[in-house]
C-alpha cells in the first residue's frame, strides 16, 4: 500500500520501449546515480514506488495510459508525492516522446508542483530554481531534447506505416503479405523455407482448443464462466499457461475476426499534428476455423448477450437463477425506469426472494420492494408462451434469426445517420449520395426482413414445444437451477426490455374496472426483439396472475392472452360473452402451439383441483 509521503523523496523512472533496452548497464547505472543524487540532497530513495514501463510507448503515451509514469502523475496531482521530492530519469525522452507542445505540458506540470527533474546521462537538472536562473536557456534546452525525441519517433513511425501499407498492397494484390503484429494462439507463421501459396499462417496444436470454444458458445449455448469450468474440466491450459481460463480471455477469443480468417485492426498515427485513424479488413488473411456465416452468428449472440446478464447471481457456484431480474439496462422500475435487483430472504422453512427499485433503495422516494415469488411465477409461465419457438430450437436457426435481427438493427442506425444528415446538408451533390446511400440501406434492409419472414415459418416440431412446455414447468421450482438457466438464456435472447410496474393500482387505472373486482394489480410490461408486445396482470392480493394482454396485431396467435379489443368485450359484456367469441378464434390442429399450453394449462387445473378435492375430504 503506498503511503502519502510526508518527506520529498528520490523516485526512480526507467521506461523500455523496446524490451530488449532493459539488458545492459543502464539500470545499474541509474540505481549508482539514485544513490548519489540522495546522498547529496539528504533524502531517502522511495521503495514504495517502483516504476519500470516495460513495452510502454512514450510517443503513443502508453507509459501515461497504463504505465507506472501516468501513476506517478497521478501521486503528484494528488500530493501524495511530497514537495522538493526529485525525479530521476535517464534523458529527458523518458518523460515523453509526444509532439513538443505536450512534452512541455508534462514537464511544466512536474516542475510546478516543485518536483525536481535530473536526467542520469547528461546531469541536467530541471526545477523552479533552474527556470528562474536561465529560463531561456532551460527551456530551449528541454524543447530542444523533446523536438530531437518527436522527430526520431515520428521517422520511425512513418518507416512502420510505410511498411504496414506495403504489405496491404501486396495482399490485395494477390501476394503472400505479413503485416506483423500480434497472431492469436491458435495460429503461427510458417518457417520462411516452407511453401506457402497463399498465407504466411497456419493453424498450429492449438487450433482445436479454439474450436472447441467456439462449439461451447455457439453450439451448445454455454455461457463464459461455464466455458471456462468446462475447460478446466478437460484439463486445458490457458493460452499462457494458467490452469483457469479468464472470462475475458474467452470473450476475446470469440470476438477475434481471426476465426474466420479476417484480419482486422487499425492503424493510428500522426500527422501534422493530428492523429489519423485507419480501419483495416483483410479477407482470408488467415486461414479459417469456421466460416463467415458463423462468426457473424457468434457476434449477434454475444451482442444480444451484452450487459444482459451482468451482475447476475447465478453465474456463481449454487446461486440463483432471478428471471425477472439481472438483464442489465433490460430490466426496469416501470415507474422510474431505473433498474430492479432481487434480494433473498432466508425464513424458517424457506428462502422469500423480494423486488428491489434502485432508486427508492438508495432514496427512498420510488416503489417500495414487493414479494418476487408469486409476480415471477407468473411472468415465467405467461412470458415463455410467447417467445419465438425458433430460440428453442438448438441447431441453426437461432443463430440465424438473432444475426438476421442484429444486422436489421445496425442498418437502423445507419439509416437514421443518412436521414439526420440530409436535414442538415445543402449542397446537391452531398444529398445525391446520402439518398443514394438511404435507397441501398432500405433494400438491404428488406431483403433482411425477407430473411426473417422465412425463418419464421419455420414449423417447429410438437414434441419440441411439450419437450419446451415441461422445461417451463419444471423452471418454476426455483431450485432447479439447471431449467431455470435454460430458460433464462432463451429469454436474454428474447426480450429488448422489461418494465414492472411494481407499486399497485386498480384495474380500473388500465381500463379494466368491471374485471376481477376491479383488483389491484402489478403489471410487467415485456417488449420482445420480435416487436410482440405482452402486459402481464398479477392481482395484489392474491398473487395469482389475472390475464396476460397482447397486442392486436397477433390475435391469430393469441397463446391464451387476451387482446385490447376482447378485454374491452369482457370488461363491457362479462366472462361469458368474451368465452362465446373466443370460440370462434380456436386454432386448428391438436398440436398447434395454441392448443399445447391449453392442454398444459388443462392439466395443471385438473391437478390443482384434485388436490384441493382430497384436502377438503380430509
Not at 531561456?136 to 504496414?164: P, Y
Not at 432466508?346 to 420492494?369: D, F, G, V
Not at 445525391?432 to 425463418?455: D, F, P
Request: hydrophobic share 35%; aromatic share 8%.
Amino acid at each position: 500500500m503506498l503511503i502519502a509521503s510526508a518527506k520529498p523523496q528520490v523516485y526512480s523512472y526507467r521506461r523500455f520501449s523496446n524490451i530488449e533496452q532493459e539488458h545492459g548497464r543502464s539500470i545499474a547505472r541509474q540505481d549508482k546515480f539514485a544513490l548519489k543524487v540522495a546522498k547529496e540532497h539528504g533524502l531517502e530513495i522511495n521503495q514504495d514506488l517502483v516504476m519500470t514501463d516495460k513495452g510502454f510507448s512514450a510517443f503513443h503515451a502508453q507509459h501515461k495510459s497504463r504505465g507506472a509514469f501516468g501513476v506517478f502523475l497521478k501521486l503528484v496531482e494528488e500530493s501524495y508525492v511530497a514537495a522538493g521530492s526529485i525525479l530521476l530519469v535517464e534523458s529527458l525522452d523518458r518523460l515523453s516522446r509526444e509532439s513538443p507542445m505536450i512534452a512541455q505540458s508534462t514537464l511544466s506540470a512536474l516542475v510546478q508542483s516543485d518536483i525536481t527533474v535530473i536526467t542520469t546521462l547528461d546531469k541536467r537538472v530541471y526545477n523552479k530554481q533552474t527556470f528562474a536562473q536561465d529560463p531561456l536557456g532551460t527551456m530551449i534546452l528541454s524543447i530542444l531534447e523533446m523536438v530531437r525525441a518527436h522527430n526520431e519517433s515520428l521517422v520511425k513511425q512513418q518507416r512502420s506505416i510505410d511498411f504496414i501499407q506495403a504489405e496491404i498492397a501486396k495482399f490485395n494484390s494477390g501476394e503472400v503479405a505479413d503485416v506483423a503484429g500480434s497472431i492469436p494462439f491458435w495460429i503461427e507463421r510458417k518457417v520462411s523455407m516452407e511453401a506457402c501459396s497463399k498465407t504466411k499462417f497456419r493453424l498450429n496444436d492449438q487450433a482445436d482448443v479454439a474450436l472447441l470454444i467456439v462449439d461451447l458458445y455457439l453450439n451448445q449455448s454455454l455461457g463464459l464462466r461455464e466455458i471456462s469450468k468446462e475447460l478446466h474440466r478437460r484439463s486445458i491450459k490457458a493460452p499462457k499457461g494458467g490452469s483457469m481460463w479468464g472470462v475475458s480471455t474467452i470473450s476475446t477469443i470469440l470476438d477475434n475476426a481471426a476465426l474466420c480468417g479476417r484480419k482486422e485492426f487499425v492503424l493510428k498515427y500522426l500527422s501534422d499534428g493530428n492523429e489519423e485513424t485507419e480501419k483495416y479488413c483483410l479477407e482470408n488473411y488467415y486461414p479459417a476455423l469456421i466460416t463467415k456465416d458463423q462468426y457473424d452468428a457468434i457476434r449477434a449472440i454475444k451482442k444480444r448477450k451484452h450487459s444482459a446478464m451482468r451482475g447476475d447471481k447465478s453465474i456463481r457456484g449454487g446461486g440463483m437463477v432471478y428471471l425477472l431480474t439481472d438483464y442489465g439496462k433490460k430490466s426496469v422500475c416501470g415507474k422510474c425506469q431505473r433498474s430492479i435487483g432481487s434480494q433473498p430472504q432466508r425464513q424458517k422453512n424457506r428462502i422469500r426472494r423480494r423486488l428491489h427499485c434502485s432508486t427508492h433503495k438508495e432514496t427512498a422516494n420510488c416503489c417500495k420492494s414487493i414479494i418476487q415469488d408469486y409476480l415471477e411465477d407468473a411472468f415465467l409461465v405467461s412470458v415463455s408462451r410467447h417467445i419465438d419457438y425458433g430460440l428453442i430450437d438448438t441447431e441453426q436457426l437461432e443463430k440465424q434469426k438473432i444475426t438476421v435481427e442484429e444486422q436489421i438493427a445496425e442498418i437502423d442506425v445507419q439509416i437514421r445517420n443518412v436521414l439526420d444528415t440530409l436535414t442538415i446538408i445543402t449542397d446537391s451533390n452531398v444529398r445525391t449520395r446520402q439518398k443514394a446511400e438511404y435507397k441501398k440501406l432500405e433494400e438491404e434492409k428488406e431483403q433482411l426482413a425477407s430473411k426473417i419472414e422465412e425463418v419464421e415459418t419455420y414449423d417447429i416440431s410438437a414434441d419440441a414445444v411439450k419437450e419446451f412446455i415441461h422445461k417451463v414447468n419444471a423452471a418454476r421450482n426455483y431450485e432447479n437451477h439447471e431449467e431455470r438457466r435454460f430458460i433464462k438464456d432463451i429469454l436474454v435472447k428474447a426480450i429488448r426490455k422489461l418494465d414492472v410496474h411494481m407499486e399497485a393500482k386498480n384495474l380500473s387505472d388500465y381500463g379494466y374496472s368491471n374485471i376481477f373486482g376491479n383488483d389491484r394489480v402489478h403489471v410487467i410490461d415485456v417488449d420482445f426483439y420480435s416487436n410482440r408486445q405482452l402486459s402481464i396482470f398479477v392481482s395484489a392480493t392474491s398473487n395469482q396472475l389475472l390475464f396476460t394482454r397482447i397486442c392486436d396485431e397477433f390475435s391469430n396467435d393469441a397463446r391464451g392472452s387476451f387482446t385490447e379489443q376482447q378485454l374491452q368485450n369482457w370488461n363491457k359484456y362479462g366472462y361469458e360473452a368474451l368465452m362465446e367469441i373466443c370460440k370462434t378464434d380456436i386454432i386448428d390442429g391438436v398440436n398447434a402451439p395454441e392448443n399445447l399450453w391449453f392442454a398444459s394449462d388443462f392439466a395443471e387445473f385438473m391437478t390443482t383441483a384434485i388436490a384441493e378435492h382430497m384436502e377438503s375430504n380430509e
